[in-house]
């Protein structure tokens, strides 16, 4: 789908041609395979999404839901952006910048609730009040005892033969439905509520089932018992734990396919014999769910690093001789750090998009691969948007912590981002299993004797990252092989550690590769210089952190050990005069830049 304007409240895109290479990097990040981020852009930047002092939760929750409809208004065809993977993702990287709260409801809508609807058999279905926004969808599948093992939920649905009905009952506290937006706020409301299917006593796995929550007036409807939870730090969203007491259902209202068909009848059918692959076919969105939360993450790292490297150009202070002024960005250890996290920001993005890409080109053969490399990226994404957002509010002082400057609230929301979705520990620790029982190959070693290369050579960089995976996969394969160790708990448990820090190392690896890519496939020169550096300063962090481990195993000289620092302030030095340059790369909201308090030309002169 290529999204168009999307609403008449959008202010059209103006903007001066950015200089070469911000131009080559822009088209990189955002446009390179086609044109689904522009408007986004445009439209994100408009005043409608202004950021509203004063405030209560209440009444900023309210307005996320009216901003919903405002993007729902200016879709195209809502159902299209659904299915494009690539254009969903885009939508979270432009909105979570402006309304977090507006991020979390569009993404369970439009993912989780929709996305599900029409990826099950959905024929007969009218779909049509969803599109329109005449009635909000919600998802609900954690509860309150059940959470990373969502397989073992339950809330139940059983088939009642003498009614032809389903009934939906929460059968104790522990099974309330835990966080979800169900609240009356945001108007009519329906849900998708994975529960076990039981037919004659026969518990035939967990699926979703179609529950309308409201009436046409937002009012709860009998059986369904819902209680407000206390305010999170993270999104301003109406979460609240939600229970059904005897709520009747017809049968059509179970989302079906070939993992589960029931028949008029009562009939069961099922292409799966495995309980647990019916529930994982089932809630098969929260993948693509990964992908829309590390989205948000891209957008707002790329947003916070964006303000604070121009208020550290624009704001003043004291330089080294008696009354010399300076702006704070002249200053190594203001402008060091953001220029590491450029790195890491750049890294995160290319990364994204190959994921991305290889999410939406999958087939059966690949689904399992693409998917684990979806959620070794969320992981990854959203633990780095947590550091890059943290040193920018850092870098920008106490008005750092003002919301209306773009960084404080989004870092708080980021904290969601790394639970929803599935618990970043908890999804890399199945992708370490993965990657363990043959779902990773290691790089051999190099031919090349460490000695014979340099730091500075991207290709030797990317080496000692993959030396970094063989070394802890090895490490942990060992251990998981000990079975002198005690019981399978023990034996995992003491290769757990070794197995999480592979897949951290896979990560680093996949990401400076994917910038190594974008620097070797540009036309324009600078910018692939500017991206090179970028690749280097970003693998040379890692390599540094871990030198000990390489020079152990002889991947690294003692020389070039000791040459790691000075190097990686030669790279800091070398991208510094670009900073701005490689700001410019991200296509930040201007017009909401220019709204930020501090960054009015004003408030750095006062």
């Not at 960005?329 to 993005?349: D, K, Q």
């Not at 690294?556 to 410019?584: C, F, K, M, W, Y």
């Amino acid at each position: 789908m290529t999204v168009t304007q999307l609403s008449a409240h959008a202010a059209p895109f103006t903007s001066s041609t950015p200089p070469a290479p911000s131009s080559a990097l822009r088209d990189l990040l955002f446009e390179t395979r086609r044109p689904v981020h522009q408007p986004l852009r445009g439209f994100f930047g408009s005043a409608v999404f202004d950021y509203q002092e004063g405030l209560t939760h209440e009444a900023r929750v309210a307005l996320s839901y009216q901003r919903l409809r405002v993007v729902n208004a200016g879709l195209p065809d809502p159902e299209a952006l659904v299915r494009d993977a690539e254009a969903l993702s885009a939508l979270h990287e432009w909105a979570g910048v402006v309304d977090a709260g507006l991020a979390t409801i569009l993404s369970i809508h439009y993912n989780l609730f929709l996305g599900s609807l029409l990826d099950h058999d959905h024929g007969e279905r009218d779909l049509g009040p969803y599109l329109r926004m005449e009635r909000v969808g919600t998802f609900l599948c954690t509860e309150r005892a059940h959470g990373n093992d969502a397989a073992q939920l339950r809330t139940t649905a059983t088939l009642d033969r003498a009614t032809g009905t389903l009934l939906l009952e929460t059968p104790d506290p522990g099974a309330r439905k835990w966080m979800p937006n169900t609240s009356t706020t945001g108007g009519p409301k329906d849900a998708l509520v994975a529960a076990r299917l039981v037919i004659d006593g026969r518990d035939e796995g967990v699926f979703l089932f179609l529950t309308p929550l409201t009436d046409g007036h937002g009012r709860h409807l009998p059986g369904v018992e819902v209680e407000a939870l206390p305010q999170t730090a993270s999104s301003p969203v109406d979460h609240c734990a939600t229970a059904f007491r005897g709520v009747r259902l017809p049968l059509t209202a179970m989302l079906q396919g070939d993992h589960g068909r029931l028949a008029p009848d009562g009939g069961f059918t099922s292409s799966l014999g495995s309980p647990r692959k019916r529930f994982l076919r089932s809630i098969g969105r929260v993948t693509s769910g990964k992908l829309c939360m590390s989205a948000y993450s891209l957008g707002t790292m790329r947003h916070a690093l964006a303000v604070a490297v121009r208020h550290s150009h624009q704001r003043v202070t004291s330089g080294m001789t008696s009354g010399q002024r300076v702006p704070l960005f002249a200053h190594r250890t203001h402008h060091a750090p953001l220029v590491e996290a450029l790195a890491t920001t750049y890294a995160a993005n290319f990364l994204q998009r190959e994921v991305t890409d290889r999410w939406a080109r999958a087939d059966d053969d690949t689904r399992e691969d693409a998917e684990r490399l979806v959620a070794i990226a969320k992981g990854w994404i959203t633990w780095q948007a947590r550091l890059v957002m943290t040193e920018c509010r850092e870098r920008c002082g106490a008005q750092g912590l003002l919301l209306s400057n773009g960084i404080a609230g989004q870092l708080a929301a980021n904290e969601g981002t790394i639970t929803a979705e599935g618990d970043n520990t908890v999804i890399w620790v199945k992708a370490a299993g993965e990657m363990l029982l043959g779902g990773f190959t290691p790089r051999p070693v190099a031919d090349a004797p460490p000695a014979a290369r340099s730091l500075l050579d991207p290709h030797h960089l990317l080496d000692l990252l993959a030396d970094l995976e063989r070394l802890r996969h090895q490490r942990a394969r060992t251990r998981l092989r000990d079975r002198g160790a005690g019981s399978p708990l023990d034996r995992w448990n003491g290769a757990s550690g070794h197995a999480l820090s592979l897949v951290e190392a896979h990560a680093h690896h996949l990401a400076a590769r994917a910038v190594l890519s974008a620097a070797e496939r540009t036309g324009d020169p600078e910018a692939g210089a500017l991206l090179t550096d970028l690749q280097r300063l970003f693998a040379l962090r890692y390599v540094a952190t871990h030198s000990g481990e390489l020079l152990a195993h002889e991947r690294l000289t003692a020389d070039q050990v000791r040459q790691l620092p000075e190097t990686i302030e030669s790279v800091v030095g070398a991208l510094l005069p670009h900073a701005l340059t490689l700001t410019d790369g991200f296509h930040t909201l201007e017009e909401l830049m220019e709204r930020h308090p501090m960054l009015r030309v004003e408030s750095m002169s006062a």
